[in-house]
């Protein structure tokens, strides 16, 4: 039995999530998201067909809603989710479940783990209440032994979810009436991260050394070296990853009124910098 694991990453939760289900399951090979989106084609290749990636504004992030767009996922006949997210509710299973379906596709599992929160502000507008706490916390919230506390659970979770899989079994986490209806409301209201169509006033500051990481890391394309510094083009989507942001290695990015200073960055301590670059390489692992 054969399984193919579609991931996508900002910062290196999801794809940390994705090497250790692949450790797990016989046969299972990881696909980049990124890579893969400049193939013609998307079909699947396996029997069992998996997507990880992150919440972003409670659903999916926009380069995955294009992916499961394109996707042609007829070989398969079993179709799990897992995905990390910093900690809120979220509608992302009912989101996928209705673009598989429109695809004449069942989504058969849904898996969640909470993991460190890799912004400190995401795209929050500062009006918001709490917005200031949670930008003040975030330097705390991303330390080495937060990531240490998190990740036990997240081992056996990744136990149970590997049975689950292997066995085939039908499995929605947080899955109760009352919360599948109010996921279905907010899937109706909210614009996904896709449709938003937002950008974050980055900037890099005079320490910046034009080592040119952040755009090597950037997933869609939108960072540029102008020069010696990094310039954010006007002509590309941001997907929102806050890869460029995380990756620099002298926090010399900075978010324009809502970041200003260099008190942390966060990438998942099992991933480097360079393999959350190398998801724009198309091929399996
Ligand atoms: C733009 C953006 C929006 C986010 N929105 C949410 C959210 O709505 N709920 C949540 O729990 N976490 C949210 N997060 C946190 C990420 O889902 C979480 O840190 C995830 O594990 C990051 O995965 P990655 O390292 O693979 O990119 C958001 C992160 C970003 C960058
Ligand atoms: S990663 Fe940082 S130091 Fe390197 S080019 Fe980008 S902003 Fe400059
Ligand atoms: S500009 Fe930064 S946040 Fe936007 S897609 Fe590129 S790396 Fe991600």
């Not at 659903?59 to 897992?82: H, K, Q, W």
């Not at 002509?235 to 460029?244: G, M, Q, R, S, V």
Request: aromatic share 10%; glycine share 6%; with cysteine.
């Amino acid at each position: 039995m054969a399984t193919q694991i579609f991931y996508f990453t900002g910062t290196g939760n999801s794809l940390h999530v994705a090497r250790e289900l692949q450790k797990r399951i016989p046969d299972a090979t990881l696909v980049p998201v990124i890579g893969s989106l400049n193939n013609d084609s998307l079909k699947a290749t396996a029997e069992t067909v998996g997507f990880v990636f992150p919440i972003y504004l409670m659903g999916l992030p926009a380069p995955m809603v294009e992916f499961i767009e394109r996707f042609d996922s007829t070989p398969a006949n079993y179709l799990f989710a897992f995905a990390t997210r910093g900690g809120t509710f979220h509608y992302a299973d009912v989101m996928l479940a209705k673009m598989l379906k429109r695809r004449g596709k069942k989504l058969n599992a849904f898996f969640i783990a909470t993991m460190v929160k890799n912004t400190p502000c995401g795209v929050a507008p500062k009006y918001l209440p709490g917005y200031k706490k949670m930008v003040e916390r975030w330097p705390e919230a991303i330390t080495n032994s937060q990531v240490k506390k998190l990740e036990l659970p997240l081992q056996q979770k990744l136990d149970e979810v590997s049975n689950c899989i292997k066995n085939k079994s039908r499995w929605f986490d947080e899955r109760s009436i009352l919360r599948t209806i109010l996921k279905r409301m907010t899937s109706m209201i909210l614009p996904s991260a896709k449709a938003m169509k937002t950008t974050i006033p980055y900037f890099a500051d005079s320490t910046c050394t034009s080592c040119a990481m952040c755009r090597k890391v950037c997933p869609s394309g939108k960072v540029d070296m102008g020069g010696n510094c990094p310039v954010w083009r006007k002509d590309k989507p941001c997907y929102l990853c806050f890869a460029c942001f995380n990756s620099c290695p002298v926090q010399a990015i900075l978010i324009r009124n809502r970041y200003e200073i260099k008190e942390g960055r966060y990438i998942h301590p099992k991933v480097s910098v360079k393999e959350i670059g190398a998801q724009k390489k198309p091929g399996e692992k």
